[in-house]
């Protein structure tokens, strides 16, 4: 199964963009790339997915290299609630994720 | 609500015992996932259920983990003889079959003593 790697960890300003990225040099052909948040004490909540092509929508915008062996998710203008874990996955199959360990981002006042 | 309901939010057990977890999902949603999640891990995936197909348990860690969904809609994870390795928050997503986009409950926090 195709993995992910992230970052442990990232530190940004609030009101600065923020870009995450993400490594998957094995992603085939099929797999879609999702991008999931779980802010503390909550279950995980959509973010954004792309195949191929870069897409926005409003939460936030993700690039997608164009071999598909990364992808970077941006926050635009980061603010106190994305303090979250983000987690960078792909999607195999029909429904299968395989979770990676995740992005733990600090937003800074 | 329109949310993915799960219940309890916390459970307290004492090893050797069985506990069960329940998750309505959203309604319509003909896809449900269960995860484990240990403290400050990423999700393991558990079992997943789509209509009235046989179920994917190759994610179950053992023979003492089943799920059962009654009726295409309410789930139940059952651990039988807990163990405290089992301690965890396990959570419940739910799609649709149009849209493949999980929407997930706020979890049951397990803590075997």
């Known amino acids: 199964d195709a993995k992910t790697t992230q970052p442990n960890s990232m530190e940004s300003n609030e009101e600065e963009p923020v870009h995450l990225p993400c490594n998957h040099s094995?992603?085939?052909?099929?797999?879609?790339i999702h991008w999931y948040r779980q802010l503390p004490s909550q279950g995980p909540e959509y973010v954004i997915h792309?195949?191929?092509s870069n897409v926005n929508n409003r939460m936030a915008s993700l690039a997608i290299a164009e071999d598909r062996k990364s992808s970077t998710l941006i926050l635009h203008r980061a603010t106190l609630r994305d303090a979250a874990v983000y987690y960078c996955i792909l999607r195999s199959g029909t429904y299968k994720y395989i979770f990676g360990t995740g992005t733990r981002l600090k937003v800074l006042a | 609500g329109a949310g993915v309901s799960q219940s309890p939010s916390n459970k307290v057990t004492e090893k050797g015992k069985d506990v069960e977890l329940r998750c309505d999902p959203i309604?319509?949603?003909?896809?449900l996932y269960w995860y484990r999640q240990s403290l400050g891990q990423g999700l393991e995936f558990l079992i997943y259920?789509?209509?009235?197909?046989?179920?994917?348990k190759s994610g179950l860690p053992s023979d003492r983990f089943s799920a059962e969904r009654t009726g295409g809609s309410v789930s139940t994870l059952t651990i039988q003889r807990t163990q405290q390795e089992d301690s965890a928050v396990y959570l419940c997503?739910?799609?649709?079959?149009?849209?493949?986009?999980?929407?997930f409950g706020a979890g049951t926090r397990l803590s075997v003593l």
């Open positions: 259920f789509q209509g009235n197909s046989a179920p994917d």
């Open positions: 094995t992603i085939s052909g099929t797999d879609y």
């Open positions: 792309g195949l191929t």
């Open positions: 309604s319509g949603h003909t896809a």
């Open positions: 997503a739910s799609s649709s079959q149009r849209l493949n986009i999980q929407y």
